[in-house]
C-alpha cells in the first residue's frame, strides 16, 4: 500500500460496463459513505455522470460518488488514479487488450488491485512481468476475483483449512464440482473468450500457458503430478457418477495450483487439483456427460478456426456492453462443492466444502465477490503472508473473504464428509 493517505479506499474502474456496474450499485447498497470511500472511473465522463445519478437515486445514503476519469491506453491517466485510490477494483477488460499498463500503473505506485480475469494467457504475462516488482513495492495484484476463481480458490482454502485443523494433515486431491447454476453472459466476457482463442492462436506463451497445468506457479516450478484438466467423460473416483469436463478448469485448477506454490506448498507437492461438472449415475449420466463434454469441444473447435472465430465475434457474440439485467443479475444461482481427499494416523479422510449463492454467477454473485474482495484488501483485512507480489484470492486474501461472503448470504463452508453424511 502507498504510505500517503490516498482519497479512495476503492476505485471501481470500469464502472459504466456491466459487471462494473453491478459493483458499483453492490458497493454503494452495501456500504454507506462513512463507512467506504468510493469513486467510480471508466473513459466516458457523460455515461459516469449518468451512472452516479443513478446511484444516487437509489440509495438514500450516496448523494453522490466521485467519479475519476483517464484511459486503458493512457498510462498517465491511470498513474493518476492509481496513486488515489488504496485499491483499484476493475471491470476493464478483454483484460488482454486493456489490463497491463494498469496492473503497471497499481505496482509503480504500490497500489494494491483486484479484478476479475479468467484470460489465464494474461494473467501468466502478469506473473512474469510484474511479481518481483509488486513484491518489492508492496502492491497486491490479487487477479480471479469473480466466479471465476473466488468459488474453487476460496473453496479448496476451505477444505485445506478444515483438514489441517481437524486431521492435521492437508488433502492430497481435491476436485471441485460444478453442482448447478443459472445466469446470463455478456459481451464483454464473450470478447474475453475470443481474445484468449485470439492469443492461443498467435502468441507462443498463451499456447504454453494453456498446455502447462502448473504455468501459473512460479517460474522455476512450473511442473508437477498433475496431468491437466479432464477432456473427455469419466467416472468419479471420489463420488461415483459421471462427470464432464468444467469450462472453467483450464483457469480454476491453475489459480489453485498457483495457491498451494505461493503460499509455500503447505498442501504438498504432490497436491492434486480438478475441477469437473457433476452429471449423474448410469446411462443418463453417461450420456449428459457426453453432451457436456461434445458442447464444450465443438465450442472450442470453432474458436480455434480464425475465420469461425472472428464471424462467431462479429455475428453472434454480443457487444460489449451488452449483458444481463439488474434483475436477471440479482436471480440466478451457482452451486459449487469441493471435495477433498487426505490420509491421517488413523487412515484416510474425506472434507466437503459448499460454496454458492441465490445470485447470477458471472454478475450478481462476482459484483458482491470483486467488491468484498475490494473492501478486504481497503481495510488490510487479510490472512495472507504477502504484503505484496501477483496473487491469487486464496494467498493474497484468504478466509476473510469467505467470512465476507457469508455476511451477503453465500454458503461457504467445509466439514468432515463422514459427519455430514450422518
Ligand atoms: N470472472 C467472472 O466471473 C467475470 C464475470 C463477468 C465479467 N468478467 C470479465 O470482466 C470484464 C468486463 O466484462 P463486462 O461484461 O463488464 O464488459 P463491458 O460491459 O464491455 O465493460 C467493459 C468496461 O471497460 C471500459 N473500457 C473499454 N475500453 C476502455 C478504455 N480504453 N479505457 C477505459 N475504459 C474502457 C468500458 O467503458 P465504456 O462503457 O465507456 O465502453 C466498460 O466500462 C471482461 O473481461 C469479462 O470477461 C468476468
Known amino acids: ?54 446511484l444516487a437515486r437509489r440509495g438514500d445514503a450516496w448523494d453522490d460518488v466521485p467519479v475519476v476519469v483517464g484511459d486503458a491506453t493512457d498510462p498517465e491517466s491511470l498513474r493518476a488514479i492509481a496513486r488515489d485510490a488504496r485499491v483499484v477494483c476493475t471491470t476493464v477488460g478483454p483484460y488482454t487488450k486493456y489490463g497491463s499498463p494498469l496492473v503497471e500503473a497499481c505496482v509503480e505506485t504500490g497500489t494494491d488491485y483486484c479484478d476479475l480475469t479468467g484470460e489465464v ?83 507462443p506463451l498463451a499456447r504454453e500457458t494453456l498446455r502447462n497445468p502448473y504455468s501459473l506457479a512460479p517460474s522455476g516450478e512450473r511442473s508437477g503430478v498433475d496431468p491437466g484438466a479432464q ?58 456427460a457426453g453432451l457436456v463434454a461434445g458442447g464444450l469441444g465443438a465450442f472450442t473447435a470453432a474458436m480455434s478456426v480464425g475465420p469461425v472465430r472472428s464471424a462467431l465475434r462479429r455475428y453472434a457474440f454480443p457487444d460489449p456492453g451488452e449483458g444481463p439485467t439488474r434483475e436477471e443479475a440479482e436471480n440466478g444461482h451457482f452451486r459449487i462443492r469441493v471435495l477433498g481427499r487426505g490420509t491421517a494416523a488413523d487412515g484416510s479422510f474425506t472434507v466437503e466444502a459448499e460454496f454458492g449463492a441465490d445470485r447470477d454467477p458471472g454478475y450478481g454473485a462476482t459484483a458482491r465477490m470483486l467488491g468484498e474482495s475490494a473492501v478486504c484488501l ?29 455476511e451477503v448470504g453465500f454458503t461457504a463452508s467445509a466439514g468432515d464428509a463422514a459427519e455430514s453424511e450422518r
Open 1 to 54: 500500500m502507498t504510505d500517503a493517505d490516498p482519497t479512495y479506499d476503492v476505485v471501481v474502474w470500469g464502472a459504466t460496463g456491466v459487471a462494473g456496474r453491478f459493483t458499483a450499485e453492490y458497493l454503494t447498497e452495501r456500504y454507506g459513505p462513512e463507512e467506504l470511500s468510493l469513486a467510480v472511473g471508466g473513459r466516458n465522463r457523460g455515461k459516469l455522470d449518468a451512472l452516479v445519478s443513478d
Open 121 to 203: 494467457n494474461w494473467t501468466r504475462e502478469m506473473v512474469d512481468r510484474f511479481h518481483e516488482a509488486a513484491v518489492d513495492a508492496g502492491a497486491r495484484i490479487v487477479h480471479g476475483c469473480g466466479f471465476d476463481s473466488v468459488p474453487a480458490d476460496i473453496g479448496t482454502l476451505l477444505v485445506q483449512s478444515f483438514a489441517s485443523e481437524a486431521f492435521d494433515e492437508p488433502c492430497e486431491t481435491v476436485r471441485i464440482y460444478l453442482e448447478g447454476g443459472s445466469g446470463g453472459v455478456s459481451g464483454g466476457t464473450l470478447a474475453s473468450f475470443g481474445e484468449l482463442f485470439e492469443a492461443a492462436a498467435t502468441d
Open 231 to 288: 477432456r473427455w467423460p469419466r467416472t468419479d473416483p471420489l463420488r461415483g457418477g459421471w462427470t464432464a469436463p468444467s469450462p472453467m478448469a483450464a483457469v480454476n485448477e491453475r489459480v489453485v495450483r498457483r495457491s498451494n506454490a505461493l503460499l509455500g506448498y503447505p498442501w504438498g507437492r504432490e497436491f492434486r487439483c480438478t475441477e469437473v461438472v457433476p452429471t449423474g449415475e448410469g446411462l443418463g449420466g453417461a450420456a449428459a
Open 378 to 406: 481497503a481495510r488490510d483485512e487479510v490472512d495472507s503472508p504477502f504484503d505484496g507480489g501477483v496473487l491469487t484470492p486464496a494467498s493474497g486474501i484468504g478466509l476473510p473473504l469467505a467470512e465476507r461472503l457469508r
